[in-house]
Nanobody, 126 residues
Framework: QGRLVESGGGSVQAGGSLRLSCAVS????????MGWFRQAPGREREGVAS???????TYMDSVKGRFTISRDDAKNTMYLQMNSLKPEDTGMYYC????????????????????WGQGTQVTVSS
């Protein structure tokens, strides 16, 4: 496995959009399911979206219809398109990966991931 590097965070007003990227440096995660997590100050890390090896996504309820997770294994990159952002979406966003023999597994549970990036900050103002 390589290193996971997030980018694309920033400050936007409510209703705006951001696209986060998670690039794999020095390795590959084609045999892994992957996910995006976020953590606000004073709160536990929560699973935002996850994508299986075959590209099947799952989302936490509060972002369904607004966020889209995708992966491009040829580019060793995972994405999170975030639209209609709300102040409650504010937090540090982390990408994560976990090896899996299954093409269908995915998870929104942080405890099931072994590989993590350093995070990128997203701030949404009202």
């Amino acid at each position: 496995q390589g290193r996971l590097v997030e980018s694309g965070g920033g400050s936007v007003q409510a209703g705006g959009s951001l696209r986060l990227s998670c690039a794999v440096s020095g390795g590959t995660y084609t045999n892994s399911y992957m996910g995006w997590f976020r953590q606000a100050p004073g709160r536990e890390r929560e699973g935002v979206a996850s994508i299986s090896r075959n590209g099947s996504p799952t989302y936490m309820d509060s972002v369904k219809g607004r966020f889209t997770i995708s992966r491009d294994d040829a580019k060793n990159t995972m994405y999170l398109q975030m639209n209609s952002l709300k102040p409650e979406d504010t937090g540090m966003y982390y990408c994560a990966a976990q090896d899996s023999s299954s093409w269908y597994s995915r998870s929104l549970r942080a405890s099931e991931y072994n590989y993590w990036g350093q995070g990128t900050q997203v701030t949404v103002s009202s």
